[in-house]
């Protein structure tokens, strides 16, 4: 596990930036596996900055987010696939038809699980995956529990992740009970795994995650067994 303290976030947010435009320019058909929540938005709007600058080119990137709410469709601000369209993708020339988030809204949401795993093999694997942590220690949705949940599946959320996601909401009430998330089995498959974290809240979190036993009552503490984690973390 390559551990990196910084003293800002956005000391964290131009080295998640650069960590990721790397990789595109590696691979510039590499599959990019994406998280929302507060902390990678520097480091999307770093990655703007890039390509405003012509430093990176995502025209042939594709694309597979972490998870999304259950019955909110993409044109609910308060969706993943909007947040994704608002704060990433319509600031880059990534081809919208290559962004994968699940769909929330799906009939047979089972069905919708089996597809995404499907999906994250037919892509080829994906090349670097983008994660934030709850303060549980969540990954993806994917909460603490008996056991690490390998599969794509509908996750109850728990009541400190209602709690900490209803800022974005007009009241607790509005935060939907409910997620799709992808497995720890997708997460763990990525080849690279970039994880950031930032603030004294997550202080505890991070240190029991990455420092501590492995756990499924820590499911961050999973990533320990990952042969390619950089974790960014910045305490302010
Ligand atoms: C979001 C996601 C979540 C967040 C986590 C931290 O796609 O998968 O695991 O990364 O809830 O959220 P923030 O960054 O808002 O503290």
Same mark, same amino acid.
């Given at each position: 596990?390559?551990?990196? &303290?910084? /003293?800002? #976030?956005?000391? =964290? $947010?131009?080295?998640?930036?650069?960590?990721?435009?790397?990789?595109?320019?590696?691979? *510039?058909?590499?599959? !990019?596996?994406? @998280?929302? %929540? $507060? $902390?990678?938005?520097?480091?999307?709007?770093?990655?703007?900055?890039?390509? /405003?600058? %012509?430093?990176?080119?995502?025209?042939?990137?594709?694309?597979?987010?972490?998870?999304?709410?259950?019955?909110?469709?993409?044109?609910?601000?308060?969706?993943?696939?909007?947040?994704?369209?608002?704060?990433?993708? $319509?600031?880059?020339?990534?081809?919208?038809?290559?962004?994968?988030?699940?769909?929330? +809204?799906?009939?047979? =949401? @089972?069905? /919708? +699980?089996?597809? #995404?795993?499907?999906?994250? &093999?037919?892509?080829?694997?994906?090349?670097?995956? !983008?994660?934030?942590?709850? !303060?549980?220690?969540?990954?993806?949705?994917?909460? *603490?529990?008996? #056991?690490?949940?390998?599969?794509?599946?509908?996750?109850? =959320?728990?009541?400190?992740?209602? /709690?900490?996601?209803?800022?974005?909401?007009?009241?607790? @009430?509005?935060? *939907?009970?409910?997620?799709?998330?992808?497995?720890?089995? %997708?997460?763990?498959?990525?080849?690279?795994? =970039?994880?950031?974290?930032?603030?004294?809240?997550?202080?505890?979190?991070?240190?029991?995650?990455?420092?501590?036993?492995?756990?499924?009552?820590?499911?961050?503490?999973? !990533?320990?067994?990952?042969?390619?984690?950089?974790?960014?973390?910045?305490?302010?």
């Amino acid at each position: 596990m390559n551990f990196i &303290k910084v /003293e800002t #976030y956005d000391e =964290l $947010s131009t080295k998640a930036a650069a960590i990721i435009c790397g990789q595109v320019a590696m691979k *510039p058909d590499c599959v !990019l596996g994406l @998280a929302t %929540g $507060s $902390s990678p938005l520097g480091t999307y709007a770093k990655i703007a900055e890039k390509y /405003e600058k %012509g430093e990176v080119d995502f025209s042939k990137v594709s694309s597979i987010n972490l998870d999304e709410y259950v019955g909110l469709d993409g044109n609910n601000d308060q969706s993943y696939r909007y947040f994704m369209n608002t704060n990433l993708f $319509s600031k880059i020339n990534i081809d919208l038809a290559k962004t994968n988030v699940p769909n929330g +809204c799906a009939a047979d =949401l @089972a069905k /919708e +699980c089996e597809a #995404y795993d499907n999906l994250i &093999k037919q892509s080829g694997g994906i090349d670097l995956q !983008l994660l934030g942590i709850g !303060l549980d220690g969540h990954i993806g949705f994917n909460e *603490p529990d008996a #056991y690490f949940e390998k599969a794509t599946h509908v996750v109850e =959320l728990d009541p400190s992740t209602i /709690e900490a996601n209803a800022r974005f909401f007009a009241s607790e @009430a509005d935060v *939907p009970r409910k997620a799709v998330t992808m497995g720890m089995g %997708g997460i763990m498959s990525a080849k690279k795994v =970039l994880l950031i974290a930032n603030g004294k809240n997550k202080k505890e979190i991070v240190e029991k995650s990455f420092f501590g036993p492995i756990t499924p009552e820590v499911p961050a503490s999973i !990533l320990q067994l990952h042969p390619d984690l950089t974790v960014i973390y910045c305490e302010n």
